[in-house]
């Protein structure tokens, strides 16, 4: 028997969503409790989709049925191309070259370096410690990991200065979407604000990868960074590397590896601000493991503490905010007909605030994740990397990096919030960021100074 959707209508649906996208939409899927809701937006009326069974049919189990294309993946799509963020024969084709790239053993090959290039990063905010002067974190965030995927990506064959390039560029990119993200019916042939933005942006990125994809291939050594390991694989597939499929593969790459997890090191100084105790027994953990010493990768499994604030971190506040879906054929979501060619959205941030898989919701709890193994959650009640075939190849990259960071930062320096304050999640493109900044004092730890 069919049911109707949870409607929310356009008087409220459209003033809602422009006043605060994320948090409202996250709203109406909580207020219908998991029911399938339907936007009306005008003309355009997408379904809401945040129960952990029908977030499992479209990921999972009817997946085919539930395509990356539409109105929502067309502003994407003149950046990211066709890999492994795409559908059909180009991303099982990506897929199956990227994801040996992507396995915990071959991240962990890549560690040792990343490791390298974090230290010596964070290695250069001593005099902002020494000084007093406060860092800004979303711009060293972003740098420090950006430099890390780069190394990963393309060795050394690009120098700091030009690396640090990219990350303002991508940025520029997923924050001039927002328009056409929240009115996609309107028409390309028209200039709506940051599209010139979101052009020059995927212009200059062009002028960066291509000719790193060229010395790369000039040189032909089979290394291990990813552009090098790329290119021996599309050659051993293919018996040619297509230099824009590359590309593609790598502004892929990229965009998942590197801004996703600069904006999860945003949120957690303040939510470690917002819950000393939390903050007092991840910094017990890292002094006991780590000391004053370097941070290798080996130390990371020894952290289980801050594995458990990482989950919590993204479940409170998961990468995608909005994750599209298109539907090829006539189908069935919890008992709602759901026409061929409708938009599906999918919320991880609306999943994980649903109370029936996750008591105390908005409580930031590191806690709940103790148990893990033993825990009876719905599989799909966390979604922070998706599932199912499309699920994110980069989530062991984004543990061992983001643990490299906090570990690098929590063993050299005390941490304190200089501005504390309510951040306000916006949408930046798909990517969930904070829309205030905040800026962070760093304290050396008296060992460091005797050593």
Same mark, same amino acid.
């Given at each position: 028997?069919?049911?109707?959707?949870?409607?929310?209508?356009?008087f409220?649906?459209?003033?809602?969503?422009?006043?605060?996208?994320?948090?409202?939409?996250?709203?109406?899927?909580?207020?219908?409790?998991?029911?399938?809701?339907?936007?009306?937006l005008?003309?355009?009326?997408p379904? $809401?989709?945040?129960?952990?069974?029908h977030?499992?049919?479209?990921?999972?189990?009817? %997946?085919?049925?539930?395509?990356?294309?539409?109105?929502?993946?067309?502003?994407?799509?003149?950046?990211?191309?066709?890999?492994?963020?795409?559908?059909g024969?180009? %991303?099982?084709?990506?897929?199956?070259?990227?994801?040996?790239?992507?396995?915990?053993? #071959?991240?962990?090959?890549?560690?040792?370096?990343?490791?390298?290039?974090?230290a010596?990063?964070? *290695?250069?905010?001593?005099?902002?410690a020494?000084?007093g002067?406060?860092?800004d974190?979303? =711009?060293? &965030?972003t740098?420090?990991?950006?430099?890390?995927v780069?190394?990963?990506?393309? *060795?050394?064959r690009?120098?700091?200065?030009?690396?640090?390039?990219?990350?303002?560029?991508?940025?520029?990119? !997923?924050?001039?979407?927002?328009?056409?993200?929240?009115?996609?019916?309107?028409?390309?042939?028209?200039?709506?604000?940051?599209?010139?933005?979101?052009?020059?942006?995927?212009?200059?990125?062009?002028?960066?990868? #291509?000719?790193?994809?060229?010395?790369?291939?000039?040189?032909?050594?089979?290394?291990?960074?990813?552009?090098?390991?790329?290119?021996?694989?599309? $050659?051993?597939?293919? @018996?040619? !590397?297509?230099?824009?499929?590359?590309?593609?593969d790598?502004?892929?790459?990229? *965009?998942?590896a590197?801004?996703?997890?600069?904006?999860?090191?945003?949120?957690?100084?303040?939510?470690?601000h917002?819950?000393?105790?939390?903050?007092?027994?991840l910094?017990?953990?890292?002094d006991?493991?780590?000391?004053?010493?370097?941070?290798?990768?080996?130390?990371?499994?020894e &952290?289980?503490?801050?594995?458990?604030? +990482?989950?919590?971190?993204?479940?409170?506040?998961?990468?995608?905010?909005?994750?599209?879906?298109?539907?090829?054929?006539?189908?069935?979501?919890?008992?709602?007909?759901?026409?061929?060619?409708?938009?599906?959205?999918?919320?991880?941030y609306?999943?994980?605030?649903?109370?029936?898989f996750w008591?105390?919701? +908005?409580? #930031?709890?590191?806690?709940?994740?103790?148990?893990?193994?033993? @825990?009876?959650?719905?599989?799909?009640?966390?979604?922070?990397?998706?599932?199912?075939? =499309?699920?994110?190849?980069?989530?062991?990259?984004?543990?061992?990096?983001?643990s490299?960071v906090?570990?690098?930062? &929590?063993?050299? #320096?005390?941490?304190?919030?200089?501005?504390?304050?309510k951040?306000?999640?916006v949408?930046?493109?798909?990517?969930l960021?904070?829309?205030?900044?905040?800026? $962070?004092?760093?304290?050396?730890?008296e060992?460091?100074? !005797?050593?």
């Amino acid at each position: 028997m069919t049911t109707s959707p949870h409607i929310v209508p356009t008087f409220q649906a459209i003033p809602r969503l422009v006043s605060d996208p994320v948090t409202e939409l996250a709203r109406m899927g909580t207020d219908a409790s998991g029911q399938v809701v339907r936007l009306h937006l005008g003309p355009f009326r997408p379904y $809401l989709v945040s129960h952990p069974d029908h977030v499992q049919q479209v990921l999972k189990t009817d %997946w085919t049925n539930f395509v990356r294309e539409g109105v929502f993946w067309r502003p994407l799509q003149r950046l990211i191309g066709q890999s492994i963020l795409g559908e059909g024969e180009a %991303w099982a084709s990506a897929r199956k070259i990227l994801q040996p790239l992507f396995t915990a053993r #071959y991240t962990a090959s890549l560690a040792e370096d990343m490791a390298d290039i974090i230290a010596e990063r964070i *290695g250069e905010l001593d005099d902002f410690a020494r000084t007093g002067r406060p860092i800004d974190v979303e =711009h060293q &965030m972003t740098s420090i990991v950006n430099q890390a995927v780069i190394k990963v990506l393309f *060795g050394g064959r690009i120098t700091r200065e030009t690396a640090e390039e990219l990350a303002p560029e991508f940025a520029t990119c !997923a924050t001039s979407i927002g328009f056409r993200m929240l009115f996609p019916f309107a028409p390309y042939s028209i200039r709506v604000p940051g599209d010139r933005a979101f052009l020059r942006s995927a212009k200059k990125i062009d002028e960066i990868v #291509y000719p790193l994809i060229q010395q790369a291939q000039r040189e032909n050594n089979n290394g291990k960074e990813v552009v090098s390991a790329l290119l021996t694989a599309r $050659l051993e597939k293919e @018996g040619r !590397a297509d230099l824009h499929q590359v590309r593609d593969d790598l502004v892929n790459i990229y *965009g998942a590896a590197s801004e996703t997890t600069a904006m999860s090191l945003i949120w957690l100084w303040q939510v470690l601000h917002d819950h000393p105790q939390v903050n007092a027994r991840l910094q017990e953990e890292v002094d006991r493991v780590v000391g004053g010493g370097p941070v290798r990768p080996s130390h990371v499994a020894e &952290m289980p503490y801050l594995r458990m604030v +990482l989950q919590e971190l993204l479940r409170v506040y998961p990468n995608a905010w909005v994750v599209p879906r298109q539907t090829v054929a006539d189908t069935e979501i919890g008992g709602v007909r759901i026409e061929a060619g409708s938009q599906i959205l999918i919320s991880p941030y609306t999943t994980h605030r649903l109370e029936e898989f996750w008591p105390r919701p +908005l409580e #930031y709890d590191p806690e709940r994740w103790a148990d893990e193994k033993n @825990g009876r959650r719905h599989r799909y009640a966390f979604i922070p990397f998706g599932l199912g075939p =499309h699920v994110c190849l980069g989530q062991h990259l984004f543990y061992v990096e983001a643990s490299l960071v906090i570990a690098n930062l &929590m063993s050299k #320096y005390r941490t304190v919030v200089a501005n504390p304050q309510k951040l306000r999640p916006v949408p930046g493109g798909a990517t969930l960021r904070p829309k205030q900044k905040l800026f $962070l004092h760093l304290r050396p730890i008296e060992r460091n100074r !005797a050593a």
